[in-house]
């Protein structure tokens, strides 16, 4: 449906908070380009969610909504009552969700969600994999995603520690550069959609 303000549109993307958090819960030991993991090893992307991903799940969206309620607090104006909590998306769904107590369960029910295994990188070696550096799950979700969550908390000053972790964590498997010393000064920041517009002008 039309979404209130051109804001809720950009905050909406949950696929972007869902994806890197649940990527760094499975590839969480990268120690570099070489790290290899035994495919038959690895867990379903959401059948099989773990504690440790979930976690990180709560903690970004718990992180992109203070942005929301600080966005709005600056400018109650506007309609962000879009930008829900994941587990809210998550009631929608009805009877496809098993268990709706928490996103660990939720994710750990959903009907529409089983089967979907990890995005992987083959290697020459049968049954080895290596984290796959160039999936969009990397090239999307974290530049046009989690960056852009980051840069709008700069504008209302929310610290974002949960997603700090993930973009730096990310960048290094990307080899790109966008947090440094926890600022977004490096040298990809650019890539970032809306860089270098101000709040009042995304309010406008």
Known sequence: RRQ??????????????????RMHGIYKNWQGPDTTWNESELPLFYEEMDEYSAT?????????????????????????????????????YGDN?????????????????????VPV????VVGKVK??????????????GLCV?????????????EIDSLIEWGQKIMQ???LVDGELTGKDVAEIPLWGYSLEDLIA
């Open 176 to 178: 790109k550069e966008y």
């Open 149 to 161: 969550f980051r840069y709008l908390a700069d504008l209302v000053d929310v610290s974002t520690p």
């Open 56 to 92: 990180s799940l709560e903690r970004v969206n718990e992180e992109a909504l203070r942005i929301r309620d600080a966005i709005v607090k600056k400018h109650p104006e506007i309609d962000l009552s879009a930008v829900k909590s994941r587990l809210e998306i998550f009631k929608s």
């Open 97 to 117: 969700v098993g268990d709706i107590t928490s996103l660990f369960t939720a994710y750990r029910t959903n009907r529409a969600y089983q089967g979907i295994t």
């Open 121 to 124: 990188e083959q290697t020459d």
């Open 131 to 144: 984290c796959p550096a160039g999936h969009r799950y990397f090239q999307d979700d974290i530049p046009y």
């Open 4 to 21: 209130p303000h051109f804001l809720a549109c950009v905050m909406n993307t949950t696929n972007a908070l869902t994806h890197p958090a």
